[in-house]
């Protein structure tokens, strides 16, 4: 069942062609992934819900039509991640998080401002790199500095485009297991992974991506089947139940 809380995506259209006909539903309270190959189209997708992508988009939040929200109001609703590189700024980590959250909040620097950046700094493990300036980071280091950018903001709806690609696996794991709590307490999470695996663990529901389109919506069990997944890969794969139940995939091949 649809609750008015959730993100529905009723359908997408890029450049006069239909790419997504739903309903397709992020539930809030929890991860939404979106799978597919290179070029799918998961970017495309979020940017377009971002209002970033020239696209015209039918989705509501809360019962509301997203598209039509104040910008100011749609900025502090949902935040979008795009994929990274570097960045050059002559900030330090910790003036860089602040700047995230006074952009949304504009004022003096209050004392709970201070706190929440601290917060947000210690549950990415980044306290020792507060005072380095984000020209001096490595990628995977720059990158979590700019999930924490977006964390510390408490959006509505997080939408990160592969939030974890240049990290290692403890940093992965740390990462998503943060989203997972950002989930857990009601924000609505949509994220664009490659990794079948880390999306088998920590996603609730899925979005099955290819030329644009969308295959298959619904549950992790009933995405990640070999039925659904080879199609969508053009890989042959084994899928068996982990001991917590999840599917665990394995490619065999082209």
Avoid at 54 to 60: G, K, L, T, Y
Avoid at 167 to 184: I, K, N, S
Avoid at 206 to 229: D, F, I, M
Wanted: aromatic share 4%.
């Amino acid at each position: 069942m649809i609750s008015s809380e959730d993100l529905l995506v009723r359908r997408v259209s890029l450049e006069g062609r239909l790419a997504i006909d739903g309903p397709l539903v992020a539930p809030a309270g929890a991860i939404t992934v979106l799978l597919g190959p290179n070029g799918a189209g998961k970017s495309t997708l979020l940017r377009a819900l971002a209002g970033i992508e020239p696209a015209r988009v039918s989705a509501s939040l809360d019962g509301r039509d997203l598209m039509t929200l104040p910008p100011a109001q749609r900025r502090a609703t949902c935040y979008y991640l795009p994929q990274l590189g570097g960045s050059q700024a002559a900030l330090s980590v910790h003036e860089a998080v602040l700047l995230s959250l006074k952009t949304l909040y504009p004022g003096r620097v209050r004392g709970e401002d201070l706190a929440r950046v601290a917060a947000t700094l210690s549950a990415m493990g980044l306290e020792a790199l507060a005072e380095r300036r984000l020209a001096s980071l490595s990628g995977g280091q720059y990158q979590r500095v700019a999930i924490a950018q977006a964390l510390v903001r408490r959006p509505r709806v997080l939408m990160l485009d592969e939030p974890t690609s240049a990290l290692d696996l403890h940093q992965q794991l740390r990462v998503l297991e943060w989203l997972r709590g950002e989930a857990d307490a009601g924000r609505t999470v949509l994220l664009a992974l490659h990794d079948l695996n880390l999306a088998a663990r920590f996603a609730d529901r899925c979005w099955l991506l290819k030329e644009g389109r969308c295959l298959a919506s619904g549950t992790v069990e009933a995405c990640l089947t070999p039925e659904r997944l080879e199609p969508l890969f053009d890989v042959r794969l084994a899928v068996e139940a982990g001991p917590d139940a999840r599917p665990r995939i394995q490619a065999l091949g082209l």
